[in-house]
């Protein structure tokens, strides 16, 4: 590792604020963390906040961890419960197990806070290993103002602090963004969406097991309205309740609402949460609010650059914020290691690079709702599966089901991922219709033409 004589300033440390830190130290940058929060390892009874308590990790994001440092990704992720495929819960508590990949590939599912703390812990292993500090995790330090010039100034605490340059990874409402602004033209858009999720949580069995497959990522698809659950490592599941704003503000702004509204709705998920947990929970719990931001440029000069939640807050439903913020680290460090012309030209390439991916998951973010919540019970949804993979076993790497694409293939930019699903789509279509074609003309050649005449009449009129 080579030293470096510019000093970094990460503001934010929360997961993807933590993975830069690591990989700009790992190239030999010295970082210095602003983080507004406390430590999280000193507040270890607190679970989380109002986000869920665990997140699916996949392959953009283990392929980040990786490029870091691989040791250190197959020790923060020690912990991680594969999921093969989405379990189906109809109304009548049948279950149906659907593949996400054709070879038993899997999403994983992680402890959020975990995964963090594990992260800052290897900020700290860093420094301990290079003998020297190369990570300073400042806490309870929130950016609250900067100054570009020569250097970066950032203001906090009523302190100041100069960096060459400034990485914003302070999430969805980032202070960082808003500060660049100013200096640069960047288009922004934060839009919400009308779903708002409440967190709930299913035991563990009474002899401590799994209620229901750990291996699953489990989905009650009700068209408007949604619960999905995932494993943790204590076989507890955390799950989530996403609904539109309406139903949840008039029918489930009480427990008791909720509690009957579980009835009917979810009778198997009810036996296995507890009536007292679902009127706790909705007697309790925040509502979450879900947006999306985006915006462009995502840096300023060679000053400055935002990555994760802070540059595209997307919705939850393709479980890549995290992956996707993980996936920006990795492409940010392979351009400042491969540009030959400067930081500058390195920032302006990611801006480049970056741009149609980053709009592609929003979009395929988004659309992922519908699938979850109402395609996957859908006849034409489970065909279309089974078509795929079909072709996929058959022409491999040139037919990938979009889902593989998006999870599985992080070597394929998701805009690339549409552009070919598109392409899926149509050749699909065209065969329909060649097929429909085949099996007219096959009739004609069977039934009498003075039969077939009538027939056609009668479909033209
Ligand atoms: P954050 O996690 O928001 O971290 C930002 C950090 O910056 C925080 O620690 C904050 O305290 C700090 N900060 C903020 N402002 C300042 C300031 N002014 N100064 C200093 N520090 C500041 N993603 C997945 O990949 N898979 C999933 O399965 C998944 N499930 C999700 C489920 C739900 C319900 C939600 C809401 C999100 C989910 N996500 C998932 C998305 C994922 O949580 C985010 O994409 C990810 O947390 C983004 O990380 P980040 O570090 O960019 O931002």
């Not at 602004?181 to 708002?196: A, F, L, S």
């Not at 009127?279 to 979450?288: I, L, Q």
Request: net charge neutral; charged share 25%; hydrophobic share 40%.
């Amino acid at each position: 590792m080579a030293a470096r004589n510019e000093t970094v300033a990460v503001i934010g440390g929360g997961l993807v604020g933590c993975l830069a830190a690591l990989g700009l130290a790992r190239k030999g940058y010295p970082v210095t963390v602003f983080e507004m929060r406390g430590d999280p390892r000193n507040d270890v009874a607190k679970q989380g906040s109002l986000r869920s308590i665990n997140l699916a990790v996949s392959d953009r994001g283990i392929r980040a961890l990786k490029y870091v440092d691989e040791a250190m990704a197959y020790r923060v992720l020690e912990d991680i419960i594969p999921m093969t495929g989405r379990m189906i819960h109809d109304l009548a508590g049948n279950q149906e197990s659907q593949q996400y990949g054709l070879y038993g590939e899997a999403i994983n599912s992680i402890d959020r806070r975990q995964l963090n703390i594990r992260l800052l812990e290897e900020c700290e292993n860093i420094n301990k290993e290079l003998g020297k500090t190369m990570v300073d995790l400042r806490f309870h330090s929130k950016l609250d103002d900067l100054k570009m010039g020569e250097k970066v100034t950032i203001i906090s605490n009523g302190e100041s602090f100069q960096f060459d340059f400034i990485v914003g990874c302070d999430g969805a409402y980032s202070a960082t963004r808003s500060k660049l602004q100013k200096h640069v033209r960047m288009n922004y858009k934060q839009e919400y969406i009308d779903t708002c999720y409440v967190e709930l949580s299913i035991p563990a069995g009474p002899n401590g097991e799994f209620l229901i497959d750990a291996n699953h990522l489990h989905i009650w698809p009700r068209h408007e309205f949604m619960l999905i659950a995932l494993a943790n490592h204590d076989r507890s599941f955390t799950s989530t309740f996403f609904g539109p704003w309406g139903l949840v503000e008039k029918n489930l702004d009480t427990g008791a609402k909720a509690l009957e509204f579980f009835k009917s709705q979810f009778p198997d998920a009810l036996k296995i949460i507890g009536h007292e947990r679902i009127v706790s929970a909705f007697d309790n719990h925040p509502r979450g609010a879900l947006m999306q931001v985006n915006c462009d440029p995502y840096h300023f000069s060679d000053k400055a650059i935002l990555l994760g939640d802070a540059a595209h807050s997307m919705v939850p439903f393709y479980g890549q914020g995290m992956n996707c913020g993980f996936e920006d680290v990795r492409i940010l460090l392979t351009l400042l290691d491969e540009s030959s012309s400067g930081r500058s030209a390195a920032f302006e390439k990611y801006t480049e690079l970056r741009k149609d991916d980053l709009k592609a998951i929003l979009k395929l973010a988004l659309d992922n709702y519908k699938e979850m919540s109402h395609k996957v019970v859908s006849p034409w949804f489970l065909l279309r599966k089974k078509v795929d993979a079909l072709l996929c076993r058959t022409l491999g790497d040139r037919w990938l089901p979009l889902y593989t694409m998006v999870s599985f293939r992080g070597d394929i930019g998701y805009a690339e991922a549409i552009r070919r699903e598109e392409l899926h789509e149509r050749i699909l279509k065209k065969l329909e219709f060649g097929a429909l074609a085949a099996v007219i003309f096959g009739l004609s050649r069977l039934v009498p033409l003075t039969v077939w005449d009538r027939v056609i009449k009668r479909l033209l009129n």
